[in-house]
């Protein structure tokens, strides 16, 4: 079974430009998360998916982020303009939300630099 | 509301020492799983292990053990006889199955294990 698959792997861009970030989740999973993981810290949710609608955002900077899961399989992660404080690794996970025992499972991520 | 606390931000053992990392929960449902994802230094989130609310009981992986307790609300995960490959950030986290299955991590304990 093929895992979450990300990408980029790396991106490097100056502040005020704008970047996306895509991913793929697990064949059948309904649920795909979004999260960014800023150096020595853990993941923080952006944004979650069930299926192709928003359960949470509450933690989206909304006037510089955004994302959409549009078909309810894939998804694309958007910063623009980017700052610099935005400088993390972006990890996307999906679950198949079929019982309480699902775990999420972990792509890559995408480490953003912003200089 | 959820949280979890890993009171330990790094620890550093030798090789074949036996640790213990901690990891202590909040939470008001009485039925919630909690999990440890291992983040070795490629950046990956691997999933360990799932525990639910209602079994207490400890469990042993080869060299991985868990103790859960609901009356500490605690998660402890223990390596008996550390390897250098165990060397990685390893964080808890705590399901909210009344919310789309979103998981509250905590902030991750890193372990080096030195030869």
């Known amino acids: 079974e093929a895992g979450v698959a990300q990408s980029p792997r790396y991106k490097i861009i100056e502040k005020r430009q704008s970047v996306a970030f895509w991913c793929n989740p697990i064949?059948?999973?309904?649920?795909l998360y979004w999260y960014q993981q800023i150096l020595g810290q853990g993941p923080k949710l952006l944004i979650q998916?069930?299926?192709?609608?928003?359960?949470?955002d509450s933690q989206l900077p909304k006037d510089r982020f955004s994302a959409e899961r549009l078909k309810g399989v894939d998804s694309t992660l958007k910063i623009q303009p980017a700052k610099l404080e935005d400088s993390a690794v972006y990890l996307c996970?999906?679950?198949?939300?079929?019982?309480?025992?699902?775990?999420?499972?972990f792509g890559p991520g995408t480490r953003l630099t912003v200089t | 509301a959820q949280k979890v606390t890993q009171a330990q931000t790094e620890i550093s053992v030798v090789e074949k020492e036996d640790v213990t990392l901690d990891c202590v929960y909040e939470?008001?449902?009485?039925?919630?799983?909690l999990f440890w994802y291992k983040q070795p230094p490629s950046g990956e989130l691997v999933f360990l292990i799932r525990?639910?609310?209602?079994?207490?009981q400890n469990e042993i992986s080869g060299r991985y053990s868990w103790n859960f307790q609901k009356s500490t609300s605690s998660f402890n995960f223990t390596i008996t006889a550390s390897q250098v490959v165990d060397s990685a950030v390893y964080f808890c986290?705590?399901?909210?199955?009344?919310?789309?299955?979103?998981?509250?991590f905590g902030s991750g304990t890193k372990l080096n294990v030195k030869p």
């Open positions: 998916f069930q299926n192709n609608g928003v359960v949470d």
């Open positions: 064949s059948g999973h309904a649920t």
């Open positions: 986290a705590l399901s909210d199955w009344n919310n789309f299955n979103k998981f509250y």
């Open positions: 996970a999906s679950s198949s939300y079929r019982d309480r025992e699902s775990e999420q499972y």
């Open positions: 525990r639910n609310s209602f079994d207490e």
């Open positions: 939470t008001r449902d009485t039925t919630y799983y």
